[in-house]
């Protein structure tokens, strides 16, 4: 892209995306089976980042380039298992990969401290309607979507 700064993963799509984002707006990075384009039909934008493997490496990147909300109590929202997922013990929670966003969503917020919000999965698909952009990526990790609340950048 020929950017200082910006991440080699953050397409030209993307960063206009991230520019054009206003203070409580979301973005959702996604895996590759998340019906993006569908919810796509309803509102939000959908910038595929097809190759880029893992949806915490998208994370980390685009944090480099905005804030999270600190005005709301989850800023970073995860999509979590149904009820009837969690019954049939499908994966063990907490997932690694949650753990995971925790510690990019603090260190890319000089050390706040971050919970995650936890979002059924069906609820989850609802909320991403609203979202502002989707980002679609090829990672296969099983419930490993993220939210993400933008924020506002500090007053200089």
């Known amino acids: 892209m020929g950017l200082k700064g910006v991440p080699s993963i953050i397409s030209p799509d993307l960063l206009k995306a991230l520019a054009e984002m ?60 149904t009820d009837d997922d969690k019954k049939k013990g499908i994966l063990k929670t907490p997932l690694p990969v949650w753990q995971q966003y925790i510690d990019i969503a603090s260190k890319s917020s000089n050390g706040q401290k971050f919970s995650l919000g936890y979002v059924e999965r069906f609820e989850f698909y609802e909320q991403a309607a609203g979202a502002f952009v989707i980002v679609l990526t090829s990672d296969t990790t099983l419930y490993g979507n993220v939210m993400l609340s933008k924020g506002v950048l500090p007053v200089e």
Not at 61 to 72: H, R
């Open 22 to 81: 206003g203070h409580g707006d979301n973005i959702v990075i996604a895996d590759a089976h998340f019906p993006a384009h569908s919810l796509g039909r309803r509102g939000p934008l959908v910038i595929r980042a097809d190759g880029v493997k893992y949806i915490a490496d998208m994370m980390a990147a685009i944090l480099k380039l905005i804030d999270l909300d600190a005005y709301v109590p989850n800023p970073v929202k995860i999509m979590d298992l």
